[in-house]
């Protein structure tokens, strides 16, 4: 039997209204029930994944920020955690304050704007439940406060097409120091590049003295891809980017479908 579920969050194992539905909880309860292992990975803070975790009665570590950050079930107790280099962070934060990009600092489980009345923050502030601070220019708060190596991810929010054109004009030069990848088409997360939900999943089954082939990883966004190529079986939502997909070994039913319930349902059985 598959030991660990790896599942990510948003687009996934929630809804579009954010929530798990009966269908998954009542699954999930099953799969812990037979003896498995239920890992949240989330580009989440910790803080806003474990909620979820409460909710379904997990008491197994928990992954937040792309990987950045393993803690234990409650969200507040690191395991593991990789920052990005200060001097990129601040080149960056720098950048974005140049192109008018709305961005997103995530240092553990603090969240740190410019400002809440862009639009970049309307969309953002549905996919967290952590207090989100307004701290005006984002630099001048790093600096007057020393932060710059203290910073886990930044998430720049707004349209697709804006975003990717930073990525590739801004971005491309840091590709050793960086992941930049999208967990929905409005949002870019950045973070370091030996960070990854897939490095992450790695250190937990070596935490629980679990191989490789004993894991299944679901997600649907670019930031899922390490983690389905590095489980057993890595499992696109039916939702999923093409790229996604493209890696995925099985494409369940969507995020709105229950698609992590028909997941469990093929490899475990009812």
């Not at 008491?59 to 395991?79: H, R, S």
């Not at 999208?182 to 992450?200: C, D, Q, R, T």
Request: with cysteine; proline share 1%; aromatic share 8%.
């Amino acid at each position: 039997m598959y030991k660990i579920l790896a599942l990510d969050l948003d687009g996934t194992l929630l809804n579009v209204d954010h929530k798990v539905s009966k269908t998954n909880m009542k699954y999930i309860n099953k799969l812990v029930e037979k003896g498995a292992k239920i890992i949240l990975v989330s580009g989440r803070e910790a803080s806003s994944v474990s909620p979820i975790g409460r909710e379904l009665g997990l008491k197994d570590c928990l992954v937040g920020l792309n990987g950045a950050i393993i803690t234990d079930y409650t969200g507040e107790e690191v395991i593991y955690e990789k920052n990005i280099e200060p001097m990129v962070t601040r080149e960056i934060v720098e950048a974005c304050e140049e192109k008018g990009i709305y961005n997103v600092v995530f240092i553990r489980n603090k969240l740190y704007v410019s400002n809440k009345k862009d639009e970049g923050f309307k969309i953002f502030k549905k996919y967290t439940t952590s207090k989100i601070e307004e701290v005006g220019p984002l630099s001048e708060f790093l600096s007057k406060n020393n932060l710059w190596n203290s910073v886990g991810k930044l998430l720049q929010s707004g349209d697709n097409e804006t975003l990717s054109t930073f990525k590739e004009e801004k971005l491309l030069k840091y590709k050793d120091d960086i992941t930049a990848e999208f967990s929905l088409p409005f949002f870019l997360e950045v973070y370091n590049s030996s960070a990854s939900k897939g490095h992450a999943l790695a250190k937990i089954g070596e935490t629980y003295g679990i191989d490789k082939d004993e894991i299944i990883a679901i997600g649907d966004g670019e930031n899922d891809i390490s983690m389905l190529e590095y489980a057993k079986i890595g499992i696109a939502m039916e939702n999923a980017l093409d790229i996604v997909k493209n890696k995925a070994d099985f494409i369940t039913l969507s995020n709105e479908e229950d698609g992590v319930s028909y997941a469990i349902k093929k490899y475990w059985g009812e």
